[in-house]
């Protein structure tokens, strides 16, 4: 290939991913695609064309709105992606469980779509509480232990802020050292790796995608990061303006303030990750330094799953998914 084929412009792609149980699903500006490698080797492809709710409704487009709406989109596709890619690898003796009553009168009450947009609503809403009761209700329930040595307001939020950033980080470093998880974290690797060799303009080949970083700044993980960061400087603002004691006041503070946190929190990672300098570098580090855990080197097979999967999103005129 010629030096004029190889050679592209670098730049930012608003194309992204998510790994999923042996697979890679990639969004594009228009298209989603999964693609998951079965056990007999082939490549299982699901397609579909992207529709957007603020290309209806504007307002949810707009700043700070836009964080939330983006983040419950986010959740419900990577479940709905998640769940789809589980389907090929079913535990042992599931293949033989016979649906329950209740489940085929859901299925047939709702229909097999209906049936299940449902268990993935419920799925979204389960994994959501349970983030919220890990990294904010739990915080604050052990927090109250401080006040035992002391009632000083700014003690307690200094604990619940350690808290917060010692169980997030427990967590990630737990999940990292379960066998299921390093295939998935593998998976990760590879999209990040195929992300930053388009991005570097370089042909997508299994040899230059094995040559990019696994640690790419526009990463889940590091928005995740962000968001508990940001909920530690707005809980420490508003609680030094209007001091509250009882721990379940506390956290009910945490969570009306949580919409504002995830909006400001994407407005930071949508900037800081369209520039490069030292202000940004300095945002993105923790995030980075937090995918040692949730990201692994992959083998060739991952990284064709993950260049297959960006190449079915890619759009067709060029530099239209620039960031």
Same mark, same amino acid.
């Given at each position: 290939?010629?030096?004029?084929?190889?050679?592209?412009?670098?730049?930012?792609?608003?194309?992204?991913?998510?790994?999923?149980?042996?697979?890679?699903?990639?969004?594009g500006?228009?298209?989603?695609?999964?693609?998951?490698?079965?056990?007999?080797?082939?490549?299982?492809?699901?397609?579909?064309?992207?529709?957007?709710?603020?290309?209806?409704?504007?307002?949810?487009?707009w700043?700070?709105?836009?964080?939330?709406?983006?983040?419950?989109?986010?959740?419900?596709?990577?479940?709905?992606?998640?769940?789809?890619?589980?389907?090929?690898?079913?535990?042992?003796?599931?293949?033989?469980?016979?649906?329950?009553?209740?489940?085929?009168?859901?299925?047939?009450?709702?229909?097999?779509?209906?049936?299940?947009?449902?268990?993935?609503?419920?799925?979204v809403?389960?994994?959501?509480?349970?983030?919220?009761?890990?990294?904010?209700?739990?915080?604050?329930?052990?927090?109250?232990?401080?006040?035992?040595?002391?009632?000083?307001?700014?003690?307690?939020?200094?604990?619940?802020?350690?808290?917060?950033?010692?169980?997030?980080?427990?967590?990630?470093?737990?999940?990292?050292?379960?066998?299921?998880?390093?295939?998935?974290?593998?998976?990760?690797?590879?999209?990040?790796?195929?992300?930053?060799?388009?991005? @570097?303009? $370089? =042909? /997508?080949? *299994?040899e230059?995608?094995?040559?990019?970083? &696994?640690?790419?700044? %526009?990463?889940?993980?590091?928005?995740?990061?962000?968001?508990?960061?940001?909920?530690?400087?707005?809980?420490?603002?508003?609680?030094?303006?209007?001091?509250?004691?009882?721990?379940?006041?506390?956290?009910l503070?945490?969570? @009306?303030? $949580? =919409? /504002?946190? *995830?909006?400001?929190?994407?407005?930071?990672? &949508?900037?800081?990750? %369209?520039?490069?300098?030292?202000?940004?570098?300095?945002?993105?580090?923790?995030?980075?330094?937090?995918?040692?855990?949730?990201?692994?080197?992959?083998?060739?097979?991952?990284?064709?799953?993950?260049?297959r999967a960006?190449?079915?999103? $890619? =759009?067709?005129?060029?530099?239209?998914?620039?960031?």
């Amino acid at each position: 290939m010629s030096k004029q084929n190889c050679e592209c412009p670098k730049f930012k792609t608003m194309c992204g991913g998510q790994a999923l149980i042996e697979g890679i699903m990639m969004r594009g500006p228009k298209k989603q695609a999964v693609v998951v490698r079965k056990s007999d080797g082939e490549l299982e492809i699901q397609e579909k064309e992207l529709k957007f709710i603020k290309d209806k409704h504007p307002v949810l487009g707009w700043p700070l709105i836009r964080g939330v709406v983006n983040f419950a989109d986010s959740m419900y596709n990577g479940v709905t992606a998640l769940m789809y890619s589980a389907e090929f690898f079913p535990e042992d003796g599931e293949e033989d469980e016979e649906p329950s009553k209740f489940e085929i009168w859901l299925n047939d009450r709702l229909g097999s779509e209906r049936f299940t947009a449902l268990i993935t609503t419920l799925a979204v809403i389960l994994g959501v509480g349970m983030s919220i009761g890990l990294f904010f209700l739990l915080p604050t329930l052990l927090g109250t232990g401080i006040t035992v040595l002391t009632d000083s307001m700014l003690a307690r939020n200094l604990a619940e802020s350690l808290l917060k950033i010692l169980i997030f980080v427990t967590y990630l470093a737990l999940c990292s050292r379960m066998g299921e998880m390093k295939r998935v974290f593998s998976y990760h690797g590879a999209e990040h790796k195929t992300i930053f060799c388009y991005e @570097a303009g $370089l =042909p /997508l080949t *299994v040899e230059n995608v094995r040559k990019q970083p &696994r640690h790419h700044p %526009r990463c889940g993980t590091s928005f995740l990061f962000m968001v508990i960061a940001i909920s530690i400087l707005v809980s420490t603002i508003i609680f030094a303006i209007w001091p509250v004691s009882n721990p379940f006041l506390r956290f009910l503070a945490h969570l @009306a303030m $949580l =919409p /504002l946190i *995830v909006g400001i929190s994407y407005e930071i990672n &949508r900037w800081a990750g %369209r520039h490069d300098g030292p202000i940004t570098r300095i945002f993105i580090a923790p995030g980075l330094w937090l995918q040692n855990f949730t990201t692994f080197e992959p083998d060739d097979s991952m990284i064709e799953v993950g260049i297959r999967a960006l190449e079915l999103v $890619l =759009p067709e005129e060029k530099g239209a998914d620039a960031w």
